[in-house]
């Protein structure tokens, strides 16, 4: 009756999903980011460690962001030991959110299916399958009949770009991005977190000794006994006013959406000759994409070579993409790290903890990324799913290079 209540009032009756906070001079932590990643730390630094006295700033709206501007995917199929176990943390995470938050989130578990084309790419696979494997974690090898099966409109005849099987994770798919941040912006603002929109960092406060004691915004400034940055693609720049140099570089993803048509793609599948991917959505559009654009900005836009590229990856790959009319594209701004792989850490900065450098792992990370960041920032300790993502290891050499990740930029 609510529902039907709100509806035909012209949705003008709807209560607010979360409080929308004035600052407080002064919290335990403050959160600089209120996207998936920042309000998913919030939330369990309120739920599972009981730190309350918490701020997100947030320089626009929530679900502006990166979280609103990516493909929804979630998977946990990695290769490396540095890797595999927290996506993995991350898909359990996924797997339970809906029930754990009380919000329906979309999570849609349809199989991701990644597609090879040659020998060398079956063993690669195989071996990426066996990790998996070793680890706990659902794989399948499937050979082209099996494909075939599961994906009939393919082309398999294609001289060039021959499907010869896939590796397939059935527990992969998608959830819907948006109402991901809705949901725990909703969980952590009943547990006491102040979630402060249209609240834009402009500096940092650090004492005699150089460490952070407050950040100062649009909106005057806030205290805190620590600072956690999880800003996605404007890494660079928020750090620029502590001080700090970051290894990762910032590029535009784009991604675009089709007319609503009849479910056709059974699942999330990519193209391994080419960097293409695609699902469906709800809505029946078929939501695609490719690799970054090839050079830095901070402008949530792309160019047309990068359409054309991932226009020809369908095209290779399922031409009857061709029949469908785009309804639109956007571009969401990326944290390239130069081994293709993410930073949870303490900063150099005494006070400033970082998240970031995520590439092309972002949304699916979003659970494992907050649990494992709000860890950090409760404890002093690294979770023991996230303890290959430090700051010294492009100093060590100890560099987690997921070829599954995507391109990666020319970094000097």
């Known amino acids: 009756m609510s529902l039907a209540a ?38 369990y630094l309120a739920k599972v460690h009981g730190i309350t006295r918490v701020a997100v ?16 995917i979630i998977r946990s199929n990695y290769g490396l030991p540095g890797n595999e176990p927290f996506y993995e943390w991350s898909m359990k995470l996924w797997e339970g959110l809906e029930q754990e938050l009380n919000y329906n989130a979309m999570i849609s578990q349809r199989g991701v299916l990644n597609l090879f084309h040659s020998d060398g790419q079956r063993d690669t696979f195989a071996r990426r399958g066996n990790a998996m ?10 050979d082209k009949d099996a494909v075939r099966r599961m994906a009939p409109f393919l082309n398999y005849d294609q001289a060039r770009f021959p499907v010869m099987g896939g590796l397939y994770q059935a527990r992969g798919g998608t959830a819907r991005h948006d109402a991901v941040a809705w949901g725990y912006a909703r969980g952590a ?35 805190a006994g620590k600072v956690g940055m999880a800003v996605a693609g404007n890494s660079s720049r928020v750090a620029a006013l502590a001080d700090l140099r970051l290894p990762i570089e910032s590029h535009v993803l784009q991604a675009f959406v089709s007319e609503g048509l009849k479910p056709v793609i059974p699942g999330v599948i990519t193209f391994g000759a080419g960097h293409f991917y695609i ?38 790959i399922m031409p009857m993409i061709g029949r469908a009319r785009l309804l639109r594209g956007w571009g969401g701004i990326m944290d390239m790290s130069m081994d293709g792989s993410p930073i949870i850490d ?46 010294d290891r492009f100093r060590t050499g100890h560099l987690i290079d997921e070829k599954g990740q995507g391109a990666q930029p020319n970094l000097h």
Not at 283 to 301: E, M, P, T
Not at 359 to 383: E, I, M, N, Q, V
């Open 133 to 142: 494997r070793l680890h706990g974690v659902d794989a399948g090898l499937l």
């Open 346 to 391: 303490r900063s150099p900065v005494a006070g400033l903890y970082f998240n970031g450098g995520w590439c092309y792992g972002g949304f699916k990370a979003t659970p494992a990324s907050g649990w494992c960041f709000a860890h950090l920032l409760a404890t002093d300790g690294r979770h023991d799913t996230a303890t290959a993502f430090r700051f």
């Open 57 to 72: 700033v947030e320089k626009g709206w929530i679900g502006g962001g990166n979280v609103g501007r990516n493909t929804t």
């Open 189 to 223: 603002s009943e547990l006491g977190v102040d979630i402060i929109q249209n609240c834009e960092v402009t500096g940092f406060v650090r004492d005699a000794a150089g460490a952070v004691t407050s950040v100062d915004t649009s909106r005057g400034r806030i205290g």
């Open 6 to 43: 709100n509806a035909l009032s012209g949705h003008r009756k709807w209560q607010p999903t979360w409080r929308d906070a004035a600052p407080r001079d002064g919290y335990d932590i403050v959160i600089i980011g209120g996207g998936g990643h920042g309000l998913a730390t919030a939330y």
């Open 279 to 316: 699902s469906q959505s709800d809505k029946g559009g078929l939501v695609f994409g490719g690799d970054i654009d090839g050079y830095n900005s901070y402008a949530s836009r792309g160019n047309l070579p990068v359409v054309e590229d991932v226009c020809e990856g369908g095209m290779a």
